[in-house]
């Protein structure tokens, strides 16, 4: 029988798929089920026009066999055929597609969803195969065809005999080799560990016959009731069906148990812990998808490593296509997971990714809105359980505030939570606002590594004394969140160590200019002695007990340069721009000015070195000379 060539620049095209379209072998698996299922729909959709066909859903069938001997992995169906005309049309010409036709042709017709659009999958086959047979015959005729081809060396068609129609696919597979183990794809385990992965919700069963052990009988006490003990148990073969068919996700809410979503959660994304929320939403318009979400009440362990991967599974029809799709998910919701399924997304030629185009595009931006609201209704209804997630994930919300130039503003901002001096645990801005007094026009933070040592900072109890409540920032990423946020509701923020917080009476105020201009030039002799260290020395009215603090000029406070300074590969160190201030109503003002007066400038200089590096610790900056410190405190006691 004379070998036809491939068209559609055969040999170069067919090697090109095998080689480079597909980036995973085991596809072939899925492709294939896929043309099965297509195969099933048509004669499905057919049999609702036609009568005479006498067939309904329940009666159509997809089957594995594999033979281990013969080295066969045969997919068969009881769908609608091909004839000679629709194997050479549909198999000989790589890239025509026998389902894109049919969905063209049925396009305005309801329940019309056929997978393959490409006419290529088939051809995924040579991935793992030397040789592929194809037996077809169609419904209602009495003739079938055997397609054969062993690859770019092109392909037979002639009669043969089949008893039912449908299509059967026979691959022989390659012989395993140093870098691929074919074998394992006749395995029982690794073809139901396909279906499951990829097909797991084709609409038609998927069926294969599985050796199980008989268990031995036993008697009415539960002993063996076999008396020859070397008799070896019984091996029985059933016929199982491996896909569950109807997603989860596609049934209404009211017929799923939060156990069952609890358990399909646990199984699909092996988390030992219930999720904090379960999101299931259908959204029908320009681009229609089911989508089934998880918040989880944990993070990963590597959630916060560059090894974890955002992603939402990706569906299409209920044919996997993406196992973590990152587009369906802005960062700062990197920690949901997910199943998003649509019929109207455009795959590339393989259907292993998808085209970067605007259906993607608002999917996502749907998803996310979908993710901040549920958060929100969590915050105000579920607060304990909002809390838990908000441990958990808190800080990536954080980042994502910070991040994109404050772009997401309004997406996060009402969500970020941070620790209140009054109300003794954490609060949000909102709520921080709607406690403010009228005359208050000032959101007040105060930076530290833990809220005990920020509690402490001298700065902290005049602005408590004031009656004004302060947010606590433990996390790195709190302070930059409020330099890009600028403002929130029209309040400003201020740091009540860094910022000039206008706090004073006007006599205060004027009291404390005229104290700073009448030791203007005691201040300055101290500012010198310290080299360079700082840009100010001056007296201050915001301490009540504590005789002196650091506050920062500029952009960049002590914390920022904490933070900055911590991250690699920063060679170039940062360093805030600091003001030594001293509080003006402390017994230690009067000893400094008793010390200028008597000229002892050496006395001076060491009061004022004990009391920038006092200053230093209390920020939680290094000292760079502990002993020369110690023996100055020795000195002046």
């Known amino acids: 029988m004379a070998t036809k060539q491939f068209k559609a620049e055969s040999k170069k095209l067919l090697d090109m798929m095998i080689n480079s379209i597909y980036t995973n072998k085991e596809i072939f698996l899925r492709e294939l089920i896929s043309n099965a299922s297509d195969a099933l729909d048509k004669l499905y959709y057919k049999s609702l026009t036609d009568t005479s066909i006498g067939l309904n859903r329940n009666d159509f069938v ?17 769908g609608c055929g091909m004839d000679e005309k629709e194997l050479e049309q549909n198999l000989g010409t790589i890239a025509k597609s026998g389902s894109l036709n049919f969905k063209k042709e049925n396009e305005k017709k309801d329940d019309v969803d056929i997978i393959g659009q490409f006419g290529v999958g088939f051809y995924s086959a040579f991935m793992v195969a030397d040789e592929v047979t194809v037996i077809s015959k169609p419904y209602g005729s009495d003739s079938a065809f055997k397609w054969n081809s062993k690859g770019v060396s092109g392909y037979t068609v002639e009669p043969c005999e089949k008893d039912e129609f449908g ?34 919700y084709i609409r038609h069963p998927i069926q294969m016959d599985v050796e199980h052990y008989k268990p031995k009988e036993t008697d009415e006490n539960g002993e063996n009731a076999d008396t020859d003990e070397n008799k070896e148990p019984e091996v029985v073969i059933e016929t199982e069906t491996l896909n569950s068919m109807v997603p989860i996700w596609k049934k209404n809410k009211s017929e799923v148990t939060d156990e069952e979503y609890n358990q399909f959660y646990s199984e699909k994304f092996y988390d030992y812990e219930k999720p904090a929320k379960v999101i299931s939403s259908k959204v029908e318009g320009v681009v229609s998808y089911n989508s089934l979400l998880f918040i989880p009440s944990h993070a990963p362990y590597d959630f916060y490593t560059k090894e974890y991967e955002k992603g939402l599974q990706l569906y299409s029809s209920g044919v996997m296509i993406m196992e973590k799709c990152s ?88 969500l970020v939570m941070f620790y209140s001096s009054t109300e003794k645990k954490n609060v949000t801005l909102n709520e921080y606002v709607e406690r403010m007094a009228d005359s208050q026009d000032t959101i007040y933070y105060a930076c530290g590594e833990t809220v005990d040592k920020i509690d402490m900072l001298p700065q902290i109890q005049a602005v408590k004394d004031k009656g004004f409540e302060i947010l606590y920032c433990t996390e790195d990423v709190d302070e930059f969140c409020f330099k890009m946020l600028g403002n929130f509701k029209e ?44 840009c100010e020395v001056r007296f201050t009215n915001k301490l009540k007990d504590h005789p002196v603090c650091l506050a920062s000029e500029g952009e960049i406070t002590i914390e920022m340069e904490k933070v900055l300074n911590r991250m690699p590969g920063n060679d170039q160190k940062v360093k805030a721009q600091l003001a030594l201030e001293i509080n003006l109503n402390h017994e230690i003002t009067g000893k400094l000015k008793k010390l200028y ?17 006092q200053a230093r610790l209390i920020e939680g900056l290094p000292i760079e000379n502990p002993l020369e410190f110690s023996k100055t405190i020795c000195e002046l006691m």
Do not use: W
């Open 62 to 78: 997809i089957r594995i066999d594999a033979d281990k001997d013969a080295r066969t992995l045969t997919i068969s169906d009881n």
């Open 167 to 200: 299509t059967t696919i026979i691959l022989h597979l390659k012989e395993d080799d140093e870098e691929n183990n074919y074998s394992t794809y006749l395995e029982t385990y690794t073809l139901k560990m396909l279906v499951k992965k990829y097909s797991d």
């Open 597 to 613: 007066e008597d000229d002892d400038k050496e006395t001076l200089k060491k009061y004022t070195e004990l009391l920038f590096n």
């Open 491 to 534: 309040k400003k923020f201020a740091n009540v160590c860094a910022d000039k917080l206008d706090l004073d009476t006007e006599t205060e105020k004027e009291e404390l200019k005229n104290a700073n201009e009448d030791a203007k030039d005691m201040l300055d002799c101290m500012k010198e002695s310290l080299n360079g260290e700082v």
């Open 327 to 414: 587009d369906l998910l802005p960062d700062y919701f990197s920690f949901v997971k997910g199943i998003v399924d649509s019929e109207d997304l455009s795959l590339n030629i393989s259907r292993e990714m998808l085209q970067k185009d605007a259906q993607v595009k608002k999917i996502a931006m749907s998803i996310e809105k979908k993710i901040k609201s549920e958060l929100e209704k969590m915050l105000k209804n579920e607060r304990d359980e909002y809390e838990k997630v908000y441990k958990a994930f808190g800080r990536n919300l954080k980042f994502g505030l910070y991040s994109d130039y404050g772009m997401h503003r309004d997406t996060l901002q009402n």
